[in-house]
């Protein structure tokens, strides 16, 4: 007997014979880059997509250290400044959507290298910038192509290694993605010091640059067949979320200096959402798959995945400004701090596999959940006496929280997903991740301006308190539907 999967119809077989001869295609192309650059090759092509990535994801959060002097130089609040982070998230969720369709359009190699330099272009015309609207719009340039370079990556590794290698390199590459949050503030900050806020813009120039060079050598063209089978783009579905993502963030933004067209935006924005999630469900090719929410948990698992965007991109956000104008550090120290909870992040990454292996996946995100509330409970509790070191013990006791959810949350979400979904299941995970972290920062933006001007303290402490108090609820709740994410067998599927 058939079970009832997508994939038994004729027009599935028929992309996917088409999928295959394009899969032996790129093997063939990669076995003449093995030998032409020898069996090293494949680790030159991990370094070679690891340094877009890095740079890609350094870009989400070295801005965050220059926030205070932005605000400073362009006179803007919290409920203005937050675009340069939110802007950029939410024009990467966006943009993820896009991945599958430009490396089938363009190829491989055409789309790294063309995703890259529009990277390095837009982070010189932010460095150079001289009004904050222009800033903002550079940042959301950075964050739609981040959102392209990202899945790009992985497909190389795929590629390049055979299905029993894949778990090393994946660590290799995975460890860098990890301390890059890290490093790169610290970079930041000390460029902020020494240069000005345009600084910071510049830091991944270098990284892009090289990757562009070593691109043409190490990366396969991964081509299109002639005449092959091309997924339709779903332009409708791109214009709704990316009209919906403006019309919601802008709104929240505007709430407090303008607080009816603020509402208007808001109920706009969400009223595009729903008919995103509409047009999503009756459309053949969707950027989204929203089928894979029938499966009973999987829809628990968004909702952690959120909370984790909230907690990692607003604690991110949060901790520099509250270091350098709560407890007086400079940039670079406040950059600095982030540091310990990087590398802390990525050894607990190296054995919470085997934790999310040996355990239910879902008790696993729930000791994270537990770990990083605590951590912005401590957070919370620091004053202008709270010395460095103390501050970055807490923000690492939150690392080890995030080292542990995002293993018991990806391998529990796609466990609840019948075979042949997967890959559908972790682009859901990421977008709502994404999704999750725009929304958490301008909403903590938004508390922040709110208190400020309640309390009449501008850039006082006790707001910085209370939003890590917020993040912590918000982790506190997320046990509840993590807690739903209940794993069950796959089912098995006969002919």
Known sequence: MLCHYPEHNTDYWTRFSVMSVETKARQQEVAAMFARHGPGYRWWAVVTVMLGTVSAIMEATVVNVALP????????????????????????????????????????RRTYVGALLLLVMFSVLAALADRFELLALCRIGQGSIAGLIQPLAMLVIIDVFPPHERGRAMGAYGL??????????????????????RAVFLVTVPLCLAAIAMAPRFVIAG?????????????????????????????????????????????????????????????????????????????????????????????????PIFAQIGAGFSAYEAGVMLVPGGIVLAIVLLQAGRLADRFPPNRVAMAGLAFFSVSAI???????????WLLALWVSIGRVGLGLIIPGLNAGALRLLPYGTEAAGSASINFFRQLGGALGVT??????????????????????QEGFFLIAFVYCLAMIPAWLMTSRTQPVRSA
């Open 69 to 108: 002097e932005i605000i400073r130089v362009f006179h803007v609040g919290h409920d203005q400044v937050q675009l340069l982070s939110t802007g950029f998230l939410a024009a990467t969720t966006a943009s993820m959507l896009l991945a599958t369709w430009a490396m089938q359009r363009f190829g491989i």
């Open 223 to 319: 081509r299109p067949l002639a005449g092959a089978h091309k997924r339709p783009f779903d332009a409708i579905g791109m214009l709704l979320v990316v009209a919906a993502l403006c019309a919601l963030l802008g709104g929240l933004s505007a709430l407090i200096r303008e607080p009816v067209p603020g509402a208007a935006f808001v109920m706009i924005g969400v009223a595009l959402a729903v008919a995103f999630v509409v047009w999503e469900r009756s459309t053949l090719h969707p950027l989204l798959d929203l089928g894979i929410f029938r499966e009973a948990g999987f829809g628990a698992a968004v909702l952690v995945a959120a909370a984790y965007g909230v907690g990692i991109y607003g604690s991110t956000y949060l901790a």
């Open 443 to 464: 909403l903590l933006a938004l508390f922040l301006e709110g208190r400020e001007r309640q309390l009449n303290a501008v850039h006082g402490l006790q707001p910085m």
């Open 176 to 197: 860098g993605i990890v301390l890059s949050p890290a490093i790169g503030p610290a970079a930041g900050g000390l460029l902020v010091d020494h240069f000005g806020w």
């Open 378 to 388: 401590l957070m919370g509790f620091s004053s202008r006496a709270t010395g460095f």
